[in-house]
């Protein structure tokens, strides 16, 4: 495997994923929330697939557009041209009116060789196609991660060289780590409040990084600090990164994008 792009090299540094962009100030999963997560300092986004019903990924979270647009339905049901008429901003706040469920694509040419992207697929029929999309875009600086074990073995297989991150959310870790490592990923992304000293030592042994999500509390981001994560998810980066570098605790590991 390619080394990982994402790890970490010095003991005091750290990596701040936007989780689905800076989405405490910007509506979730938005080009809006990218950027803003960009300007706040983040080190990458992450942000959630699925895909259309004519196969086209596209970046939402839910696999329903009730909580996040002003449609209705499932996400699969829709062609991609209905889905990009529908206003993925207004909910959060009218000044995001008009902001679009954005395309797989699109967030690929925005981030470019610049700004670390988290894929998170939320469901199986999207790994196919999304391989398909990033062979046209190898500058991208990508890591694929999922819940599904078995996606993320079926990736590993057509993609070798492709960072993976396993996502947990059970408190039977040791299982989710032998999962990780059968699957050949480069990370383990844990619920933050199932993180213990043990857990980040077994996955450090493993030589594993680890990335627990979502931490907004700057007290229990300092606590996961000091067991020895690599990063951490936020939904609000540039709060945490202002709180965590005047408590000394963070420096931000741009220089990790190499
Ligand atoms: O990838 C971390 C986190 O996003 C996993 O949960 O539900 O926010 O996609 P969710
Ligand atoms: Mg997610």
Redesign the pocket.
Known sequence: MKPPIFSKQHEDRIFLWA??GASACAPENTLAAFRLAEAQGADGV?L?VHLSRDATPLVI?DDTLERTTNGRGAVADMGTRELRRLDAGRWFSPAFSREPIPLLVEVLEWAADRVAL?L?LKNRRTGEVVLRLLNDYPHCKVLV?SFDHRLLKTLRSAAPQLPLGF?CESRFWRLALRRAIAAGAHSL?PRQDLVSASLVRAVRDAGLAIYP??VDETKRAGKLLRLGVDGL?TNQPGVLREKLESAGRLTIARHLLT
Do not use: G, K, P
């Open positions: 989780h689905r992450e959630d979270h988290n998170e991660s996502l992304h999500w979502t998810f």
